[in-house]
């Protein structure tokens, strides 16, 4: 198990890669489970960096990294806006990329390279797990 704190600052992003290499390496992961969870994770924290706060203030986001047999879970933890993805419908991944809007494609990425996500909201935090299975 690996566990790190993250601050709610985009240079945090390289610290975070680091770490799931480090992770990655220390379980014999294959390369493209590595590649799956390093922008799984990219996506989700940059995400929250920049829209779950409504202040400047300085917050903690926590990511807990295990592997247990086949499965790796994933725990994202941080104090941001209730905000879970579960709940975000797919894009229409056919209109043209004028008419798409803004947001919606890295959390539709997250979902197809997780096997599983889960959320909940506890004493106000966000508590997403992610799980990936290595076949």
Known sequence: MIKIELLNQLEQLAKLAEVIETFGEENNLPMNVVFDINLSLDELVTNIILYGYNDKNTHKIEVILEKEGNNIEITLIDDGQE???????????????????????????????????????????????????IN
């Open 83 to 133: 905000f879970d993805p579960t709940k975000k419908e797919k894009p229409n991944l056919d209109l043209e990329v004028e008419d798409k809007g803004i947001g919606g494609l890295g959390i539709h990425f997250v979902k197809t390279k997780m096997d599983e996500i889960k959320y909940k909201r506890e004493e106000n935090k966000n508590i997403l797990t992610l799980k990936k299975i």
